[in-house]
Nanobody, 129 residues
């Protein structure tokens, strides 16, 4: 079983920055694709940024140029650097992982809840105007 634990959320003014972290534990072999998803109040969960098993990355259009996803394999930690935050970035941010071999970042980005094997409990990001 893979456990995922997000941290780094908080309240920030528009234009500010936050860095989210997702620590993975319980699965020490193989590789897996990972992604960040968010859910705003009253809206469906959406993929924000992802890393495929091939190392490729993908971003939803609204965060391109502002968010950067990265992974430190030695620390088993996934990051999301969020700059130039906007009020519409507000939401619960979730980390997710999938063990399917060959899953690309684009596939992760478009995955539904049941399309990913493991989910963290989320960290809240609030951006005030």
């Amino acid at each position: 079983q893979l456990q995922l634990a997000e941290s780094g959320g908080g309240s920030v003014q528009a234009g500010g920055s936050l860095r989210l972290s997702c620590a993975a534990s319980g699965y020490s072999y193989g590789t897996y694709s990972m992604g960040w998803f968010r859910q705003a109040p009253g809206k469906e969960r959406e993929g924000v940024a992802a890393i495929g098993t091939d190392g490729s990355t993908a971003y939803t259009d609204s965060v391109k140029g502002r968010f950067t996803i990265s992974k430190d394999s030695a620390k088993n930690t996934l990051y999301l650097q969020m700059n130039s935050l906007k009020p519409e970035d507000t939401g619960m941010y979730y980390c997710a992982a999938d063990l399917e071999l060959g899953m690309t970042a684009t596939q992760v980005l478009g995955a539904t809840y049941y399309g990913m094997d493991y989910w963290g409990k989320g960290t809240l990001v609030f951006v005030s105007s």
